[in-house]
Structures are given as structure tokens and as C-alpha cells.
């Protein structure tokens, strides 16, 4: 199943994050190599996981993380903004309808099936919201991942080896896609409904529930 969780909720659900917070180590400092911060839990994460995101997270059978991306508001402190501002190709990025996605990251063994759900997952959660596009920066080969996947986005940018896109928000998109997967699209809506999120689009003064 898909969770859409708050960085606030995740102590109700400990095992889930554990292992999702395992499995960006395993990404993105070895297998990637990427200079990153680990704890002595084996927990990778950065200074936007403190800023209360909202993380999309593939569900296995066994309560653990299959696969999970985490989004920003871009009206608030993002990744895009504050350490690659080069690769934004002199673009204003910042909008309560554009949030920022980063450490999309699968646990070893997860393939296509398990990745294509997740961008599924991260539509449907714009797409409640509102979202007309989402951004973010990735290894440049992921393109081509992305383009296999169905939804590639716009490249903006690109500094050795790591690029910044941005991906616009379709019903049309994301129906071609599960369709392509075999995935409900009636599914994702009620996991999104269930999870009434509070979404704070930036200046702290409106609330949006998770809704179409």
C-alpha cells in the first residue's frame, strides 16, 4: 500500500520509518556514493527532513519501506533553492502549486513496478492538492529511467552529472501510466483521502485538507 505521512506522524509508525531512513543509506551513500549524513541508527537524513515534509511511502506486506520520495512547498526552504541554485536555468520556482520532490529512493530488490507506483502516488498527491508542477534534482542517467517510467520531465539544468527538472501534473498523465502498470487509480485517491493531510502552502496562512 501507499502511505502519505507527515514527518510528524512517522513515530506512530517506527518500523516504517526505520526502514526507510536504512534505505536511503543503503541509496544514496553506498550505493551512490553521495556525502551524506548518517546517524548511529544507520539513519540518512538532511536538514529538510526537519521541516516537516510530507514523504510518499510504498508499503510492503511486512509493514517495512518498499519505496518513498519526500515533497516541500517551494514557497518555503528547499534543496533546488539553497544548494543547487545553478541548475534552475535563471527560473523563479516558487509557488504554493509547485513542491519540491527529492530523495526518491527504493529498497534493495524494488524495481520498475514499485518505482512507477511511487510517481503514480507522488501525482495523486499533487493533483489532490492542487499542484500544477513538481520539481527536482537528480543524477542526470535518471532521465532516461524517468522517460522508461512515463513521465520524464523537462530538464533545467545540469553540473557535472546532476541535473534539476521539473515534471508538469496531469490526470491524463497519470491515468495513461496506471493504466500502462495495471495500477487502480481509484486506489491511490482513497489512500490520499484517508490520510487528510494539512497542507501549509507556504505563508503559513492557509490550510488545504488532502481532497480533489
Not at 71 to 94: A, N, V
Not at 107 to 127: C, F, I, K, N, W
Amino acid at each position: 500500500m501507499i502511505r502519505f505521512l507527515r514527518a510528524s506522524e512517522l513515530e506512530h509508525h517506527s518500523d516504517l520509518a526505520a526502514s526507510m531512513f536504512r534505505d536511503r543509506t543503503k541509496q544514496f551513500r553506498d550505493r551512490m556514493g553521495w556525502d551524506v549524513t548518517v546517524d548511529q541508527l544507520g539513519w540518512e537524513t538532511d536538514q529538510y527532513d526537519a521541516l516537516n515534509p510530507i514523504y510518499v511511502i510504498a508499503e510492503n506486506s511486512d509493514g517495512l519501506h518498499a519505496g518513498s520520495m519526500r515533497f516541500l512547498p517551494t514557497s518555503g526552504r528547499t534543496m533546488l533553492d539553497e544548494i543547487f541554485p545553478q541548475l534552475k536555468g535563471g527560473r523563479t520556482l516558487s509557488s504554493h502549486r509547485i513542491w519540491e520532490c527529492t530523495r526518491f529512493c527504493l529498497s534493495p530488490g524494488a524495481g520498475a513496478d514499485t518505482a512507477r507506483l511511487m510517481l503514480v502516488a507522488g501525482q495523486e498527491l499533487g493533483l489532490s492538492m492542487g499542484l500544477s508542477h513538481s520539481v527536482g534534482v537528480f543524477d542526470r542517467p535518471m532521465v532516461r529511467v524517468y522517460r522508461r517510467l512515463g513521465w520524464e520531465p523537462e530538464v533545467l539544468g545540469t553540473e557535472n552529472g546532476i541535473s534539476a527538472g521539473i515534471w508538469e501534473l496531469s490526470r491524463a498523465t497519470m491515468s495513461r501510466m496506471c493504466e500502462a502498470a495495471g495500477i487502480d487509480p481509484s486506489l491511490l485517491r482513497k489512500w490520499c483521502d484517508a490520510a487528510r493531510i494539512d497542507v501549509t502552502t507556504g505563508n503559513g496562512t492557509q490550510a488545504l485538507p488532502v481532497s480533489a
